[in-house]
Each structure stands twice: as C-alpha cells, then as structure tokens.
C-alpha cells in the first residue's frame, strides 16, 4: 500500500508538473524585451565611484520572433548594453535604468532561468567529450525532476540540430586535430548548451566571430529559425557580411553609447538616406552604417560630429516613435488594474516550476567534471604519480644499508625523514599553483550564470583532488620506507604514512591559497619561494629550534614542515635505547638512545599528537583564506 501510494503521489507530482509546464508555456513562451532610460558605468576597483558612462539613457525593444542584432564601431557599447540588458554585468559596471519583459519589471533572477547567453568567447573543459558537456550542463541547469530519458532526447536532438550527431564522443580539446572539435563546431556546441534550458530569450556575443562564411551563414540561419519559434534573439555583431546583414529582422545601431538607429534593415537605409548618406549600389550595408557613425567622424557641415547628430535625429524618427509606442502600451498595462495579478503569474510562471538541482547532486557533477580532467589530463596526475615511484626507487636504493642504529645511522635517519618531508609538501604545493589561474575564466562564467556558488566549486575541487593527494604518498612512503629499512615496525610505518598525508595535504592547502590569491603563477612564486625558504630552514635539521632569534621564533608555530619532521622523528627514535658509538671518536659526544637525538634537533617526544593538530589547524586556514581570496576575485571581477 505504501508502494503503491508513493507512485501515485509521484505520478501526481509530475502530472501536477506537466500542468505548470503548460501554463509557463502561455504565460512566458513569448517574450518583448523592452527597456527605457538605461545607462552603464564603469566603477573604479574601489567601486566607490563611476569612471566613464558607456550607455547613455537608451530606449528600445526586441521582440519574439525577431532576430534583433546589435550592430557598431569597436568601443561604442555593443557588449555593455546586451550584458545589462542579460544582468550578466559584474560589479565593475552599474546600471540604471528599466528593464521589463511583457511589461513587467525583471531582475537578474528571471534571467538566469529564462534566458541563455552565448559568449564570444568559447571555454570548456577540454578533456570533456560533447556528450559529457551536455549532459553535465543538463544536469547543473535543468529541472531536478526532468527525467532522464527526456534529458536523453533533448540532447539527441541538439546535437542534430547544430550537426554535432557525428562528433558526440569527441574530446573538445583545443588543437587542430581531427580527435577534438573545430574552432566552428565549438561555436555550435556553445549554441547548444545555451538551447538546453530551451529560452525564451536568448543572448549571443559576436556569436560569428573566428567562423568562415559558410559555419557564420550557418549559424545565423540556425537563429533565425530557433527566431521564428516565437523566441527573443538579441545578439551583437561587429563586422557582419550582407548576406548575414539581410538576414537580421531588426538592428540596433550604437554610436559613442547611443541609439543611432533601431528598426528593420530596410527602415535604417531609407532613415540614413533621409540625413543625406546613401548606401552605394554593390556596398556592405553594415559597415556603411557603421563608417557613417563611426566615433569622431566629422559632418561635412561643420554642425558636429555625424554620431551625434545621427542619434539626435533618430530621437523624433518614425522608428523611434515605434519604440515609444511599444513602451507606452507597457506603462498603460502597468496602470490597469489585472496588471498586478497578470505580473505576478508571468513572474513566477518558470520560478514556481523551475527548481533547480540540489546541493548534493550538483557537487556531485562538479566533482564528477573535475575528476574526469584529473584523470584524462596526464600533467595533472599521471606524471606526478610516476614521479613519486621513480623518487622514491632513487633515494631508497641510495639509503639501503645507511639506516642503522649508531651515530652514521641517526644522520642517514634524519636525512630520509626530510626527503620524506620536502618531497611530499614542495612539488604538491607548486603543482597546484596553476589551478586557479586556469580554470578561473570558466568559473567566473559559471557563477555568473547562477550555476553554482563560488563554496560549491572550492568543495568540489578539492575533493576531486583526494585520491591523487592519497594516492601520492601512499606509493612513495612505501617504496622508500621498507627499501631505505626504517623501522621496522607496522604501527610506525601506519602513522608515517598519516603524517606524510597530512603534509601533502597541507601543502595542496598552501598551494590553493596561493593560486587564489595571486593573478598569475609567477607572481604567485615570487611571494612562495621566500616564504618556502623560511619554512624549510626552520623545519629542524639545519637549525636548532633554540637558537631562533626572537623576531623569527613565531614562525615553528605555522611551519607544518616542521611539525611533520617532528613527528616522523619521534616515531622512528622514540623508545629506541641500544645507539651504537663505535664508529665515531671516543672524544666527540654520543648519543645513546633516541630521547638524546630527539633533544638534539628540540623536538620533544610528548608533542606528536599536537603536532597533528597543528597540521590539520594550517591545513583548515590555508583552505579557509583560498576560499576568501578566490570568493574575491569572483565577486570584485
């Protein structure tokens, strides 16, 4: 009975499910995008104060149906004013002004459901085959209650859709072979990716740029076909063909921040023909509209340069009436008196079904994506695990027959102990310097587009690396422990091998504070090396502890170097009694039994347990400081 309960429960969930589908489907299928008054700054890094206006108190519509592009000079606004009609803005600019889709006021939390951007830019995980990037993105954006087998179908037919059928179990990658994808077929899998939430509004940055004319026909007639669905496409264009100009339903010319013109193609021929400038017969549309309006080009008039007077002019055109009047009908429906209870339904149409994937299943792809490049990325991993082995067998075999119990011995001991030490926390911690730098333009992506939180990805990223930081370790404190004869003993080969993961993990730990906080790798090594050097100079053998100056005392506290070759140390001479001095002169001190060698270095048998506490404290702030730089960076950039 209860079996049979829950699956009609479900079946009602999803039938209830269904059924708001349906009704988000009346309510936000089709979609005008309008906006009035809006202006874009530029902040200072302080974000205290604006620096330059790049859109000045612009109006307009793009509406469904419609494939809208936003056209100009390099430098006139293009990319700042679809970003802030997307609120895909970071803080470097604020934005004034109003924006609404079928005259209800929206923010950026209705853009990220309703609507997709497409940047110019292409970045993926290039060890992800095309499948596996859908199927991931699906997974992060989608309805946790889609089924998998509409998961299935839906990607089936994207990937026809955008002619990647063929191309599915091929790696991304970012060379030009035939095993990973094109520059062009990149562009078509970034399509597709945006297409999986399937918009209503659809956002697309110099979506033609690095593509021959045939993937750029291509491409553009793949919009205007998802256009012709009742769908919103605004998308900016720097130097469009005539073919691919012709093809636009609508443009938006932008000149020093500006509307020069909006309207159909033909419209802005006749408009700028009308001011004296006729296109000439057999002559690119685009870029003569572009030339005309170009930032600081001079009327031959003497009245002021051409931009300005275009944009004055286009203010009391028929086309900017057009506009005016699509956003007057949006005041009337403001004012009238369902507009509450038809706002209300339109806004929480996709939010009251749309419920994102849990916490848990999206650490778990996050995870998933990282693991996959782990494994597939040999630098990563592969060659580091072969390090350790060849390490390992090397120093081994130099230290068989060394580690004995007299003076020679308690040299050869302590010399292991610090190869131990320092291979397992130097090579980890410059290793890792270069994950943050490299994986934060996707990332910085990402959370912008709402598809996870900046401790999502840390969490995810450092479990990822767990095995690799186990595995590591592992196969280099065995080879060396048994080949150099340390002691022999299970329990002290047991907590070794504790100690030395907790060192490697620490100084993953260390790295990643140090990925985050710094911009670039070399600049992260010109503030690691000299602490590096601190670090190991204090770790034990080269200095005693006792003799450290005042000023430099503080710095054992922090040095988890030095609290693991604490520790290895008092498991290996802790409880030892029978050192040998017959290999040295009789005149020169011996020392007898390991609390002497413990006392020679300043280690104290009592502090192993503290020492572990110590590490695992460095190990949770180092972590803890990497999660705040990197959440920094994300929010401040």
């Known amino acids: ?44 890094r302080g974000r205290r104060s604006v620096c ?6 612009v109006r307009g519509a793009a509406k469904p149906g419609d494939l809208t592009a936003i056209i100009g000079a390099s430098g006139a606004g293009k990319s700042s004013l679809m970003t802030a009609l997307a609120f ?27 609507s997709g951007y497409m940047h110019q830019d292409d970045i993926f995980v290039e060890t992800m085959t095309v499948i596996e990037h859908l199927w991931f993105m699906a997974r992060m954006k989608l309805d946790e209650r889609t089924r998998i087998l509409d998961i299935r179908e839906k990607i089936d037919r994207l990937l026809q859709d955008v002619s990647l059928t063929s191309r599915r179990d091929v790696r991304i990658g970012n060379g030009p072979d035939d095993r990973v994808l094109s520059g062009g077929e990149k562009k078509r899998l970034a399509f597709a990716t945006e297409l999986l939430i399937d918009p209503t509004i659809l956002f697309l940055d110099e979506p033609t740029t690095g593509q021959d004319s045939h993937s750029a026909n291509s491409l553009i007639s793949q919009l205007k076909t998802f256009a012709a669905q009742g769908r919103t496409v605004l998308c900016t264009i720097h130097q469009p063909s005539s073919a691919i100009f012709n093809s636009f339903d609508r443009i938006i010319l932008i000149a020093e921040g500006r509307v020069a013109f909006a309207g159909s193609t033909e419209r802005a021929i006749e408009f700028f023909a009308s001011q004296g400038y006729e296109c000439p017969r057999n002559y690119n549309p685009a870029d003569f509209l572009i030339t005309i309006v170009a930032t ?37 429906l403001e004012n009238s008196s369902d507009f509450q209870a038809t706002s209300k339904l339109f806004l929480d149409s996709k939010s009251v079904i749309h419920k994102g994937p849990r916490y848990c299943s ?167 090396v000299p602490f590096d050097y601190v670090l190991m100079i204090t770790m034990g053998p080269f200095l005693k502890l006792g003799s450290l ?28 009694q029978n050192i040998s001095c017959k290999t040295i002169d009789p005149e020169l001190p011996c020392i007898t ?30 972590h803890i400081l990497g999660y705040a730089c990197l959440w920094n960076r994300c929010r401040l950039k």
């Open 1 to 44: 009975m209860n079996v049979l309960g829950e699956t009609c429960c479900s079946r009602k969930n999803h039938e209830n499910y269904e059924n708001l589908r349906e009704s988000e489907t009346l309510y936000s299928r089709s979609v005008t995008l309008s906006w009035r008054d809006l202006s874009v700054y530029t902040m200072d």
């Open 52 to 57: 330059k206006q790049l859109i000045e108190n």
């Open 88 to 114: 895909r803005n970071g803080p470097e600019l604020l934005v004034h002004g109003d924006i609404r889709a079928n005259g209800v006021p929206v923010d950026s939390s209705y853009m990220m459901v309703h």
């Open 296 to 332: 600081g080009s001079p009327a031959e008039n003497g009245e002021g340069d051409v931009a300005r007077k275009v944009c004055d002019m286009f203010l009391t055109s028929e086309a900017a009436d057009e506009i005016n009047y699509i956003l007057m009908k949006e005041i009337q």
């Open 362 to 528: 999206r650490l778990y792809w996050l995870v998933y994506r990282d693991v996959l490049q782990v494994l597939r990325d040999p630098s990563v991993q592969i060659i580091r695990i072969l390090q350790k082995v060849t390490v390992a067998l090397i120093a081994g075999l130099c230290f068989v027959g060394s580690v004995n119990m007299d003076q020679l011995g308690i040299q050869a001991t302590q010399g292991l102990i610090f190869i131990l030490v320092s291979e397992n926390a130097f090579f980890p911690m410059y290793a890792t310097l270069a994950l943050i730098p490299q994986e934060l333009p996707l990332l910085r992506r990402e959370y912008r587009a709402g598809m996870y939180s900046i401790h999502l990805y840390y969490v995810a990223r450092m479990l990822s690396l767990i095995p690799g930081l186990i595995v590591e370790p592992l196969l280099f404190t065995t080879i060396i422990y048994w080949l150099a004869g340390l002691r022999n003993s299970v329990e002290a080969f047991g907590l070794t091998l504790i100690v030395l993961l907790l060192t490697i993990n620490v100084s993953t730990a260390c790295g990643c504070f140090f990925s985050a906080a710094f911009e670039s790798v070399p600049l992260a090594m010109a503030y690691l």
């Open 549 to 576: 100056s005042l000023y430099i005392q503080w710095v054992k506290y922090i040095s988890w170097l030095l609290h693991s070759t604490e520790a290895l140390t008092i498991l290996q001479w802790n409880g030892i």
């Open 593 to 622: 039994d390991g609390l002497g060698v413990l006392r020679r270095y300043d280690f104290d048998d009592t502090n192993f347990w503290m020492d572990m506490m110590l590490m695992s404290a460095i190990y949770l702030v180092f």
